[in-house]
């Protein structure tokens, strides 16, 4: 055996290594009873600690991400969402399920409700090969009504703005729980590690929340407007005094560093979550500005679109889910219309109806369509009596006993409506669909069974769904 070289063992001894540098408080003040005096010598013999202790370029960061692709519970109808929440309550009887009874009796009282009945000021018309009835408002639409699904007997628990949106993004009425985007991307992780699995562009945090769910599935919000400058769109991604090369070493320390802290400690979720924060921006710098960079699109798409907030905000979410991003909400609200309908309504309308249409028809050329889900909808419905605030200017007050929604593209059985309400519109009545049944459904269309995507916190499993829901088979194709 060749005797080992004295000089090689007092290197190795002493020098500063990973484990040199974390330990317990106990640990800390034992080392340090007659340590400090050596701290001096790390000058004298020349060494970096941040060089002993970095990873090679990649390295640490290279360890399996919570956000890398899943297996769902089978096999999907959809790869990604597209969830534009018309936040605000739109008018079920205006603008998806039209209510000839309700004309009859327009400005008259009616069987079981307070008021006058405040009949659509907006013609329907039959659309498409599947013949289904579109208001005026949404010429656009109505020329995509074959790639459709029309649900007309959705209903909600509460009335109210705030409990109904929590409601309708996270499942719950009043307990914060994960959002339905962070639901999705736990289940699936994400194509794209260079971005962010979910993404919302405006809407409130907690439509995008992950609560009890590690941080990382958060939705990442993004306040997108055609006027910012692309590098103010998502702040505090790009760093203006270290390169890149330097920036990856560093982030490559703090994985090693967290490594050994859970290692000799715990792991600690929310210190989980910021390093993944910061990985996730560092990666971002070079995809993320590209991606809302929408003058890069032909001028054909930016015009089939419209140039206004809303169709480049549609336009974006398409550039994000072709980029693997996994689940995009865009905020598009402005539906509480309790005066003025006639003229608010369609205003609104008229905002989402070209871009909406332009999305359904683009994703479909692209062939993408089949892989992306869209769903449109508010939090709640609208009554068939004028409000009490609009007699002049009629408008409609908060109803949740029925509610509209419509869902396209990703395993969607298009030219179909699902349901019905009473002969005012007024309640749901025919194949009513809670809430929890349309999350159970967007769910399955992901691939998953919603009874058993669940995450245990604090001794219960909890799930989006609650503890019921019914898939909605028949507008599955």
């Not at 060749?2 to 484990?19: F, Q």
């Not at 921006?281 to 419209?306: C, H």
């Not at 519109?425 to 669940?454: P, Q, S, Y």
Request: proline content about 5%; charged content about 25%; glycine content about 10%.
């Amino acid at each position: 055996m060749i005797p080992e070289n004295p000089s090689d063992k007092y290197l190795r001894e002493h020098t500063a290594s990973a484990e040199d540098m974390i330990f317990t408080k106990r640990e800390f003040l034992v080392r340090t009873g007659m340590g400090f005096g050596a701290l001096s010598l790390a000058s004298v013999f020349g060494l970096n600690p941040y060089d002993a202790m970095a990873a090679p370029a990649g390295g640490a960061a290279a360890s399996l991400s919570p956000l890398v692709p899943k297996q769902p519970h089978f096999k999907a109808k959809a790869k990604s969402v597209i969830h534009i929440f018309a936040s605000g309550g739109p008018s079920q009887v205006d603008t998806w399920d039209p209510k000839t009874e309700l004309t009859k009796f327009n400005d008259k009282s009616i069987p079981g409700h307070d008021g006058l009945a405040y009949a659509s000021p907006f013609k329907f018309t039959k659309s498409g090969q599947s013949g289904i009835e579109v208001s005026s408002v949404f010429p656009k639409l109505g020329e995509c009504i074959d790639d459709m699904a029309i649900i007309r007997s959705l209903w909600t628990d509460i009335p109210a703005h705030d409990v109904a949106q929590r409601f309708m993004n996270t499942g719950s009425l009043q307990l914060p729980k994960p959002s339905m985007g962070s639901w999705v991307v736990y289940g699936l992780g994400t194509e794209n590690q260079n971005m962010p699995g979910f993404i919302t562009i405006g809407g409130a945090p907690e439509w995008r929340q992950s609560s009890f769910l590690p941080g990382f599935y958060q939705g990442c919000n993004v306040n997108y407007s055609t006027r910012m400058n692309l590098d103010d769109v998502i702040l505090n991604i790009r760093n203006q005094f270290t390169p890149m090369d330097r920036q990856r070493r560093q982030l490559d320390l703090v994985h090693t560093l967290n490594d050994m802290h859970a290692k000799a400690l715990q792991k600690d979720a929310q210190l989980e979550a910021r390093v993944e924060a910061f990985e996730m921006a560092f990666k971002m710098q070079t995809e993320a500005t590209d991606a809302f960079d929408i003058t890069k699109e032909p001028e054909s798409v930016r015009e089939l679109y419209g140039k206004t907030e809303m169709g480049a905000k549609l336009l974006v979410a398409r550039r994000l889910v072709e980029r693997g991003v996994r689940f995009v909400q865009v905020e598009a609200g402005g539906w509480d219309h309790h005066g003025g309908l006639e003229t608010a309504l369609a205003g609104k309308a008229g905002e989402i109806d070209g871009p909406a249409a332009a999305l359904i028809k683009d994703l479909k050329q692209r062939g993408l369509l089949d892989s992306t889900l869209i769903i449109w909808g508010g939090e709640f419905g609208r009554t068939v009596t004028r409000d009490r605030n609009g007699n002049a200017t009629p408008g409609r007050d908060h109803n949740g006993r029925a509610m509209v929604s419509w869902m396209a593209g990703g395993g969607i059985k298009g030219g179909t409506a699902y349901g019905s309400t009473d002969e005012f519109g007024a309640r749901a009545a025919e194949n009513k669909v809670h809430i929890h049944d349309l999350h159970a459904t967007i769910l399955a269309l992901m691939g998953f069974d919603h009874e058993k995507l669940t995450y245990r916190y604090n001794g219960r499993d909890f799930r989006l769904t609650d503890n019921f829901g019914k898939v909605v088979k028949d507008i599955i194709a």
